[in-house]
C-alpha cells in the first residue's frame, strides 16, 4: 500500500480486479476511496490497454488513454490463470484480500476452480464483486453484450434520437461504467454487512438490470398518463399541436432551454423578450402572447413554429456564454451545451481542481477526479497507471514471500 494513501476511507482494504474493461471504473472507485486495489492482467496484458484513443509518450510508446485514466492508482502484476501456478497465486491473493473483482463470463471462475463457494471457504471475509451484462442467473445468463445490448435490452436507446428515425446509441460506451459504479456500491454495501456479521457475500451485478433503473422515466409516465415516452430529439412533444423546440443554435455552438410558461416560467420568458428590444431585436410574435398562461396550448402549429424561429434568430445572435450570462439574471431555465473544450475550460470544475494530473505521469495530461469530496478522509490524486507487471517483484517477492528463483520459475513458465 502506498504510504500516502494511509488516511484515506478504504485505506485498510485491500481490492484484486482481475483482467477485463467492464470493471475498470469498479476497481478505479475504490483505489479513488484509498483501497489497496491490485490490478491482476495475463502476461500478455489486458484488453483494457488497446482501446483508443492512444497517447504518445515521450518515449515514444503509444499508450491508451482509457487504459491510463481508469487505471490510475491502482498496483499491478502480471498472472496466468490458465495455469496452475497461476490459480494458485490467485487463491493466496484472494485468502488475504477484502474485495475481487471481476466480469468474466458466468461460470468461469467456477471452471477454474476459483467460484464464489471456493473462494468463500478460503476466505470467508471476501466480497466477490461479479459485473456481467445479464448476471449469474437466467435464461440470457451465456449471452454475450458489449455496451450497445444493455443499452437496447434496458429501453434506453429507444429514447435516444429523433422521432422521424430509427432508435441511436449513445455516442460513448457508458453501460458498464454504470454498472461498475453499482458494483463499487454494492461492495461497499456488503463491506458494511460484514462489519455487523463478519462474512462477505457475492455482489451480482447484471449490466442489463442497471440500464433498466437508468431507463426508469418512461415508466412512469406509463403508470401516471398511460403514455409511452419515444425518442424526441431536440424537440419535446408537450400535447401541443407542434412539439417545442428545446436545443437552439448560439453563435458558438448550441443552447437548451426546456420550455416552461404560465405561472412558473411566463415572467422568465417575458423577462428575456423584454430584453430583445434593447439588444437591437424584434420580439415579433413573442411580444404578442400572454407567456403567463399557457400559450402554446391554443397555439396553431403555425404560430408554435413562429414563436420557436423567433427565439431560435435571437438566440443565434448571442454566444452560449452571454446567453447563460442572460438567463442568470433573468431565472430563465438555459443552460449551455458543453463541447469537451467548454468542460475542460468551465470555471466551476477548475474552480474544484476536478482535472488533475497524476503524480509522475505526463504533464501534458490532466485527467477527471472523483466527483466526491470528504471533509476527513479526502481523495488523492492516484499514481500513474500500473506498466505491465511494474509490481511482481512487490506482490509476489514483498508480501507473498516468493523467493527470487520462485518468481525466476514462474516466469520461465508463463505464468506470471
Request: proline residues 7%; aromatic residues 8%; neutral net charge.
Amino acid at each position: 500500500m502506498t504510504p500516502d494513501a494511509t488516511d484515506r476511507a478504504l485505506s485498510p482494504y485491500r481490492a484484486v480486479e482481475l483482467s477485463g474493461a467492464n470493471t475498470v471504473l469498479c476497481g478505479k472507485m475504490l483505489a479513488d476511496l484509498g483501497a489497496d486495489v491490485i490490478k491482476v492482467e495475463p502476461p500478455g496484458g489486458d484488453p483494457c490497454r488497446h482501446l483508443e484513443p492512444f497517447f504518445t509518450d515521450p518515449e515514444g510508446r503509444e499508450q491508451s488513454l482509457v487504459w491510463r485514466a481508469y487505471n490510475r492508482g491502482k498496483r499491478g502484476i502480471t498472472l496466468d490463470l490458465t495455469t496452475e501456478e497461476g490459480r494458485e497465486l490467485l487463491t493466496r491473493l484472494a485468502g488475504q484480500a477484502d474485495f475481487l473483482i471481476e466480469s468474466y463470463p458466468p461460470g468461469t471462475l467456477d471452471g477454474l476452480g476459483l467460484g464464489w463457494k471456493a473462494l468463500h471457504a478460503l476466505n470467508p471475509r471476501l466480497i466477490l464483486v461479479s459485473v456481467t451484462p445479464f448476471g449469474q442467473s437466467g435464461p440470457y445468463l451465456r449471452y454475450k453484450g458489449t455496451d450497445i445490448v444493455p443499452l437496447a435490452l434496458g429501453g434506453y436507446m429507444y429514447m435516444c434520437g429523433d422521432k422521424e428515425r430509427a432508435p441511436v446509441r449513445v455516442s460513448l460506451p457508458q453501460t458498464f461504467n454504470h454498472a461498475s459504479g453499482a458494483g463499487a456500491m454494492g461492495a461497499l454495501a456488503a463491506l458494511q454487512q460484514r462489519h455487523r456479521t463478519g462474512l462477505g457475500q457475492h455482489v451480482d451485478v447484471s449490466a442489463h438490470h442497471v440500464y433498466l433503473t437508468v431507463s426508469i422515466q418512461p415508466y412512469i409516465f406509463w403508470d401516471l398518463q398511460r403514455t409511452t415516452l419515444s425518442r424526441e430529439g431536440s424537440h419535446r412533444d408537450r400535447g401541443y399541436r407542434r412539439p417545442v423546440r428545446v436545443v437552439y443554435p448560439a453563435k458558438d455552438g448550441h443552447v437548451a432551454w426546456l420550455p416552461s410558461v404560465g405561472s412558473v416560467g411566463g415572467k422568465a420568458l417575458l423577462a428575456v423578450i423584454e430584453r430583445m428590444p434593447k439588444d437591437g431585436f424584434d420580439p415579433g410574435i413573442l411580444g404578442r402572447v400572454d407567456w403567463l398562461q399557457d400559450a402554446f396550448a391554443t397555439m396553431t402549429a403555425e404560430e408554435i413554429d413562429a414563436c420557436m424561429n423567433r427565439l431560435c434568430a435571437y438566440f443565434g445572435s448571442k454566444t452560449k456564454q452571454e446567453l447563460f450570462e442572460m438567463a442568470l439574471e433573468t431565472t430563465f431555465t438555459l443552460a449551455p451545451v458543453y463541447t469537451v473544450v467548454d468542460i475542460f475550460d468551465d470555471a466551476q470544475l477548475r474552480s474544484r481542481g476536478y482535472f488533475e494530473a497524476a503524480p509522475g505521469d505526463d504533464p501534458r495530461l490532466r485527467y477527471p477526479g472523483p466527483a466526491l469530496r470528504l471533509s476527513e478522509t479526502p481523495l488523492r490524486p492516484g499514481a500513474v497507471a500500473p506498466r505491465l507487471g511494474q509490481h511482481n517483484e512487490d506482490v509476489y517477492a514483498g508480501e507473498l514471500g516468493l523467493a527470487g528463483k520462485a518468481l525466476a520459475d514462474l516466469r520461465r513458465r508463463k505464468a506470471i
